[in-house]
């Protein structure tokens, strides 16, 4: 893989091992023959993939990305042929963006104009993965001179049934990081496709894309936590292994403390992560502030924890092809593209700044889905999914976070059983302080569609944190059946605190330690997640 990186070729080896394994199959929904019924298996099967190289579960992975839209906004018939396609070995893409446009999708210059024969296709889409390699692309076009919300459509397109001569691949484009991945575009000069090709009705382009992107942003997140993965065991095996000063490395209070708050910031993006999936077979219509929540904090937080990876590795961090093949460097070069995909950070907390309104109106009301949110965690089987429960706009707010008052009190009565320290019950209250504290802000904040304020972006990374410390404590309570010590979930609010600018002072910030300690003395042991003990309790 190593050398691969380095001669910027595609990883085509490693993708037909994926492919012999039938990973294909899982991005292809039960119910069209997939195997596909649960989004949190899907995240764990690409961390898996990611935590070995990130270029390969971008490339192969971008399969889920291009067979999504058809699944939210096509027809059966649509889902079942691509479907079939995709389990028999046929790569997919998602062409949304224009070398010009960027992330503004309806500023788009890429048209389909109706034609006797069905739709002529024309222009070039940029910046795609996999769009040389793809045989069937979801396409974006402008379907109406005007624009505006309801003049895009979408397209599948197969390449295979397009006229010679309609259609030409763009140069493949070098890149910083996930350098053999296919980074390409396509240009169409009078490609005609049939009516069939349309999916979902002529002007809902766009708003099939939003709702797909709740589906890809959220799986989007398992690369972060593959790339944390792979990053903590490198840093932990320099930590065992190298010997400073006379001491061993991992002996060193500063070196422990690193690897503790980078075991915290797995924890803590893994929580996230791990509920987003979830959400999206039981509070669908929540996911418009889930996956924008999710992408927004999982990517950022993995990189800043892995820049203090880097700093513990120090000058290893930065070799190419020395220290373990240039490991560490590869997957930091990789993993920073990670925040841009499907919609950057900004983007996304854009998005959570549309919901201000309807998240303080039902922190006030309290409009939570006690039901959905029980469902919610990974310890029992998943529900089905229905694409038809995802909306632009969640107007019942995030019931996850409304019910952290509530999480947080059934927290208090474990503390009083012996079952946690009262340090965490003390955290949590002050993490529910602020979160009310966010929620006024949210109804006092002004903001016009085109002028939003620093403000407003900074409150919506706070309301990020909120999120992740009501996952921990939600996922803490449904795995307290299972005997453990609530390690992750002291360390995990301790980290969210500090990330809000709370100090943490060395009775708290022991909890990283600790974990540090685990790490160190069983490197291989059973993971500290809060996913696993989850799925332990539903064993």
């Known amino acids: 893989m190593a050398a691969l990186d380095r001669a910027e070729r595609f990883p085509a080896e490693a993708c037909r091992t994926l492919d012999d394994f039938g990973l294909a199959a899982h991005y292809v929904d039960a119910r069209h023959g997939g195997l596909l019924d649960d989004h949190v298996e899907l995240v764990q099967l690409l961390r898996t993939v990611a935590r070995r190289d990130l270029t390969v579960a971008v490339a192969h992975g971008k399969t889920f990305l291009g067979t999504a839209p058809v699944r939210v906004g096509g027809s059966p018939a649509q889902a079942d042929l691509l479907a079939a396609q995709v389990r028999a070995g046929a790569v997919a893409s998602w062409a949304l963006t224009e070398r010009e446009h960027g992330s503004d999708l309806l500023a788009g210059e890429f048209t389909a104009r109706r034609t006797a024969r069905g739709w002529r296709l024309d222009g070039e889409k940029w910046l795609i993965n996999n769009a040389t390699r793809g045989r069937f692309l979801c396409v974006l076009a ?11 459509s979408l397209f599948l397109v197969d390449k295979e049934q397009l006229a010679p001569g309609s259609h030409r691949h763009l140069p493949k484009v070098r890149t910083h990081g996930i350098r053999g991945a296919d980074i390409s575009g396509i240009a169409f000069d009078g490609a005609v496709v049939p009516d069939e090709a349309l999916v979902g009705a002529a002007g809902t382009g766009a708003e099939t894309v939003l709702k797909t992107l709740q589906l890809t942003r959220t799986v989007c997140t398992a690369l972060s936590l593959g790339a944390l993965d792979h990053g903590l065991e490198i840093a932990a095996d320099y930590a065992l292994g190298r010997h400073l000063y006379g001491r061993r490395l991992g002996d060193l209070p500063r070196v422990r403390r690193i690897l ?4 915290a910031g797995l924890i803590v993006a893994e929580a996230v992560t791990t509920v987003a999936a979830r959400a999206i077979h039981t509070l669908t219509s929540e996911m418009s502030v889930i996956a924008s929540v999710a992408k927004a904090l999982v990517p950022t937080l993995a990189q800043d924890t892995l820049d203090q990876l880097g700093e513990l590795l120090g000058v290893r961090s930065f070799l190419s092809d020395t220290y373990r093949e240039g490991a560490f460097a590869k997957l930091d070069r990789d993993h920073r593209i990670v925040a841009v995909f499907d919609g950057s950070t900004a983007v996304n907390r854009s998005l959570l700044i549309d919901h201000f309104p309807a998240l303080a109106r039902s922190w006030r009301r309290g409009t939570a889905d006690r039901d959905a949110v029980a469902a919610t965690t990974p310890s029992g089987p998943a529900r089905p999914f229905d694409p038809s429960r995802l909306r632009l706009l969640s107007t019942r707010g995030c019931s996850l976070v409304q019910l952290l008052p509530d999480a947080v009190g059934r927290l208090r009565t474990a503390v009083g059983q012996g079952q946690l320290p009262a340090e965490a019950a003390r955290m949590a209250d002050e993490l529910t302080e602020i979160a009310d504290a966010v929620h006024t802000g949210m109804e006092q904040q002004e903001r016009t569609v085109r002028d939003v304020p620093q403000s407003a972006f900074d409150l919506a990374e706070r309301y990020e944190l909120c999120f992740a410390a009501a996952v921990l404590v939600h996922l803490w309570l449904d795995s307290a059946r299972t005997p453990h010590d609530g390690l992750w ?4 609010l301790a980290l ?14 022991g909890a990283f330690d600790r974990l ?11 993971p ?3 996913a696993h003990h989850a799925r332990r309790g539903a064993q």
């Open 528 to 530: 500290l997640s809060p």
């Open 260 to 263: 503790g708050q980078a075991c």
């Open 489 to 492: 979930l002291q360390a995990g």
């Open 142 to 152: 402008r379907t109406d001179e005007r624009g505006g919300a309801r003049g895009f």
């Open 496 to 509: 969210v605190l500090g990330r809000l600018g709370h100090a943490v002072d060395e009775t708290r910030a």
């Open 516 to 526: 540090a300690d685990r790490l160190l003395t069983a490197p291989d042991g059973p």
